[in-house]
């Protein structure tokens, strides 16, 4: 589970995160949405403890982000905006060690990179070097690097980003089947089809605070709009707050 408790970051004189509060249960996928500019970014990071916050408070399974980030990132797997990998390494190699740093022993990653491989459909790239792949390859690598240790939190930014439509059906089950393992995932999208066809609850943000938060069929009901889409264009200009 993943808790943000009245997070709070400012930039200079730019208030990035103004109090944001919400609850991301295991096996459940939630939705964290929000327009450019709005805190979403910043939120992650400080999930990651890529960022201290200013304030307030962020837990993975209990462990304090800030006190504990060691013990706090063993509990995630996170797919990150910035896709990067080592050009000289094979995809197969870049999982191998991956699970090598997470200290997984020699058999459970040969099995666990070998099973990831077949679910993301990455059979015809796993021993082809990663420079020159397409952004859609990177996701691939970099997803499987993220679940290679097999974590109870998963947070993916913008997962299907740049993927054809089979490798977007197979993210979006491995998504099912992450939350039906009992997994916490939380991720980001601008898609709203994508987020209305995985998500179980969505948390959306703007101007650096949460103004709504609900199922899919929730927030549509509580804008009156038929679409997903139109109600997060609704709750977003409006700034608030549905709960």
């Known amino acids: 589970m993943i808790e943000v408790h009245d997070l709070r970051k400012r930039f200079g004189d730019v208030i ?9 249960k295991d096996g459940e996928v939630t939705a964290l949405l929000g327009p450019n500019g709005a ?9 990651y403890s890529l960022i201290k916050p200013d304030s307030g408070h962020v837990s993975i399974d209990g462990i304090d982000v800030v006190a504990n980030p060691m013990a706090a990132q063993r509990r995630i797997g996170a797919l990150p905006e910035a896709r990067g990998a080592y050009p000289r390494l094979t995809a197969r190699e870049h999982v191998r060690y991956f699970a090598q740093l997470q200290g997984l022993s020699k058999r459970d990653s040969e099995q666990r990179c ?8 990455m059979g015809e790239i796993a021993d082809r ?5 397409s952004h859609g390859e990177r996701t691939k690598v970099a997803l499987a690097r993220a679940l290679v ?5 998963v947070l993916l930014d913008e997962p299907t980003s740049g993927l054809d439509v089979m490798s977007t059906r197979a993210i979006r089950a491995l998504v099912r089947h992450l939350s039906g ?13 994508e987020v209305a066809a995985v998500c179980d609850s969505i948390v959306i943000v703007a101007y650096g605070r949460v103004v709504a938060r609900g199922t899919p069929d929730d927030l549509r009901a509580a804008t009156g709009e038929e679409s997903l889409e139109d109600a997060f264009v609704s709750l977003t200009a ?3 707050a549905t709960e």
């Open 39 to 47: 805190g979403k970014t910043t939120t992650l990071r400080a999930i």
């Open 114 to 121: 070998e099973d990831l491989i077949e679910r993301l459909g």
């Open 149 to 153: 240790h097999g974590p109870q939190n």
């Open 129 to 133: 070097r990663t420079e020159g792949f």
């Open 238 to 240: 409006a700034g608030g």
């Open 16 to 24: 990035a995160v103004d109090g944001i509060s919400f609850r991301a």
């Open 181 to 193: 393992e009992g997994k916490c995932v939380l991720l980001s999208s601008h898609l709203m089809h």
